[in-house]
């Protein structure tokens, strides 16, 4: 099946992606919102640690022959400084600073989840102007292989999908 963007689609898979991301935390046990804040886009409180998360959320959907392009977290560019809005809403919402990226193709869907600590410490290019989740076969299976990236798989079956 093709994909053909219609011109709210940015902002409808940036709400299918925060929501996809409450839907897994909350199977999972944690108490998750939605909030509305510069910085972050879920508060999530896991009960068996006493943690709060405040995360912010990328999601994006690549048309075939983009399924390895980055995707930007947090931007330096033209006096923004994204990495301390996050931090800043951390603080008022009393929240560890987390990033989550959801990101569908033609056929599948990835949605990763980890602290910003993990990502500095094993996937951050300092000096860059942006922070970027990287997609590329070896990002991936670095991905795959540390625990501290949560990661869910999805497919999609469109059997009977035609416009």
């Known amino acids: 099946m093709d994909i053909i963007k219609s011109s709210r689609h940015q902002k409808i898979i940036g709400d299918f992606g925060e929501n996809i991301i409450c839907n897994w935390l909350s199977r999972s046990g944690l108490e998750v919102t939605l909030v509305d804040h510069t910085g972050i886009d879920i508060v999530a409180f896991n009960p068996s640690t006493n943690k709060r998360l405040g995360i912010t959320v990328k999601s994006r959907t690549r048309k075939p022959g983009t399924e390895q392009e980055s995707v ?20 008022a919402f009393a929240c560890d600073p987390w990033v989550a990226v959801y990101v ?26 942006v922070d970027d989740w990287k997609m590329c076969s070896m990002y991936r299976e670095k991905y ?6 949560l990661h869910i798989h999805v497919r999609f079956d469109a059997t009977n999908w035609r416009w």
Do not use: H
């Not at 033209?78 to 603080?91: L, P, S, Y």
């Open 104 to 129: 569908e193709t033609t056929g599948e869907a990835d949605v990763y989840l980890t602290s910003l600590d993990n990502y500095d410490r094993n996937y951050r290019i300092p000096g860059k102007a």
């Open 144 to 149: 795959a292989a540390d625990a501290n990236v």
């Open 72 to 91: 930007n977290l947090l931007s330096y560019q033209r006096g923004r400084d994204d990495r301390e809005k996050v931090r800043q809403a951390c603080r």
